[in-house]
């Protein structure tokens, strides 16, 4: 059985049970013919390397991509040979893990043979799940590491840095106390938050994810986050910085929407909708080192964040 997008029925109450102010954070985004167009970097600025290294921690993120397609094959073999000179440990999956018939066929064919050189170099996956995933299949299968549960944490093997699983097509009151409960108690510098709809998106056929935003931003906001991953909108997207967060849409590991960004975003700091793209990061210190990398191969985006400091 294929799981629906659900979402709790009432925002509205959710929020005045766990206190949050109701309303869309960061506003609603420009429909106008007279919007400021997005700017995109020309080609002469320069790539930002990884530096790949010692001790840093080195991870790559991958979104709606378990379709089976040639094109998932390739991206897949660009990221096998990235990890040959940056040597990354794990991949955190932001849902829509796998398209069509979810079973044990699906999951070997569409992930276990796509990735066998990373599986068999003993890269971990974590995935989270989105509205196309089977959640109970999934949630149960060894090597997507979800123990079981929906929604979960991780630390990273090395660096400050703590991971957390959301499941966003299913955010009720226990989800969300949880969630709060988790960043609330975690002592790492680094915050990581990955799921599948985007609070901040400029994909004309989803976008922004408003009511979703509105819950999780004031979390993320209180207690630090610096980054936040998705996928949904077929993709890849960096935003400028929203409430001192950036967040990446990365949902192009197999499924493309070919000119689905909305060129007039004021949201964009760097799209590309024209080819899959898999993002690989590496965080060292206070510091996050990105490159988002297309199927050919190409860095199509690159730079460096630095973590957000907490208030004095």
Same mark, same amino acid.
């Given at each position: 059985?294929?799981?629906?997008?659900?979402?709790?029925?009432s925002? #509205?109450?959710? @929020?005045?049970?766990?206190?949050y102010?109701?309303?869309?954070?960061? !506003?609603?985004?420009?429909?106008?013919?007279?919007?400021?167009?997005? =700017?995109?970097?020309?080609?002469q600025?320069?790539?930002?390397?990884?530096?790949?290294?010692?001790?840093?921690? *080195?991870?790559?993120?991958?979104?709606?991509?378990?379709?089976? &397609?040639?094109?998932?094959i390739?991206?897949?073999?660009?990221?096998?040979?990235? $990890?040959? +000179?940056?040597? /990354?440990?794990?991949?955190?999956?932001?849902?829509?893990?796998?398209?069509? &018939?979810?079973?044990?066929?699906?999951?070997?064919?569409? /992930?276990?043979?796509?990735?066998?050189?990373?599986?068999?170099?003993?890269?971990?996956?974590?995935?989270?799940?989105?509205?196309?995933?089977?959640?109970?299949?999934?949630? +149960?299968?060894?090597?997507?590491?979800?123990?079981?549960?929906?929604?979960?944490?991780?630390?990273? =093997? $090395?660096?400050d840095? $703590?991971?957390? @699983?959301?499941?966003? &097509?299913?955010?009720?009151? @226990?989800?969300?106390?949880?969630?709060?409960? #988790?960043?609330?108690?975690?002592?790492?510098?680094?915050k990581?938050?990955?799921?599948?709809?985007?609070?901040? &998106?400029?994909?004309?056929?989803? !976008?922004?994810?408003?009511?979703?935003?509105?819950?999780?931003?004031?979390?993320?906001?209180?207690?630090?986050?610096?980054?936040?991953?998705?996928?949904?909108?077929?993709?890849?997207?960096?935003?400028? =910085?929203?409430?001192?967060?950036?967040?990446? #849409?990365? %949902?192009?590991?197999?499924?493309?929407?070919? %000119?689905n960004?909305?060129?007039?975003? =004021?949201?964009?700091? *760097?799209?590309?909708?024209t080819?899959?793209?898999?993002?690989?990061?590496?965080?060292?210190?206070?510091?996050?080192?990105?490159?988002?990398?297309?199927?050919?191969?190409?860095?199509?985006d690159?730079?460096?964040?630095? $973590?957000?400091?907490?208030?004095?």
């Amino acid at each position: 059985m294929r799981a629906g997008r659900r979402i709790a029925p009432s925002f #509205v109450v959710v @929020a005045l049970v766990l206190g949050y102010a109701v309303g869309t954070a960061g !506003g609603l985004l420009p429909d106008r013919a007279d919007a400021p167009q997005a =700017p995109q970097p020309s080609a002469q600025t320069a790539t930002v390397a990884l530096p790949n290294r010692d001790g840093s921690l *080195k991870f790559a993120v991958l979104g709606d991509w378990g379709n089976g &397609s040639r094109q998932q094959i390739e991206l897949a073999g660009q990221m096998s040979k990235l $990890r040959e +000179r940056f040597p /990354f440990e794990l991949v955190i999956t932001v849902g829509d893990n796998i398209y069509g &018939s979810n079973n044990a066929q699906s999951l070997r064919r569409r /992930f276990e043979e796509v990735y066998k050189d990373l599986i068999t170099a003993d890269v971990k996956f974590y995935a989270s799940l989105g509205n196309h995933d089977d959640r109970e299949l999934q949630r +149960r299968y060894t090597l997507f590491n979800m123990d079981g549960k929906f929604y979960y944490t991780f630390k990273a =093997p $090395r660096q400050d840095v $703590r991971f957390f @699983a959301i499941e966003s &097509s299913y955010l009720d009151v @226990a989800h969300i106390g949880w969630i709060q409960k #988790v960043l609330q108690e975690s002592g790492e510098k680094w915050k990581i938050p990955y799921f599948h709809h985007p609070l901040y &998106s400029s994909g004309r056929r989803h !976008g922004s994810q408003d009511q979703i935003r509105t819950i999780l931003e004031p979390l993320f906001i209180k207690y630090n986050i610096s980054v936040a991953f998705a996928g949904h909108d077929h993709f890849y997207e960096r935003t400028k =910085p929203q409430n001192g967060i950036v967040h990446f #849409v990365v %949902g192009s590991g197999g499924q493309l929407r070919r %000119g689905n960004i909305e060129l007039r975003s =004021p949201l964009t700091a *760097k799209g590309f909708d024209t080819d899959q793209a898999f993002l690989a990061v590496e965080i060292d210190g206070d510091e996050l080192f990105f490159n988002a990398i297309a199927r050919s191969g190409q860095i199509v985006d690159s730079g460096v964040i630095q $973590r957000r400091q907490p208030p004095q």
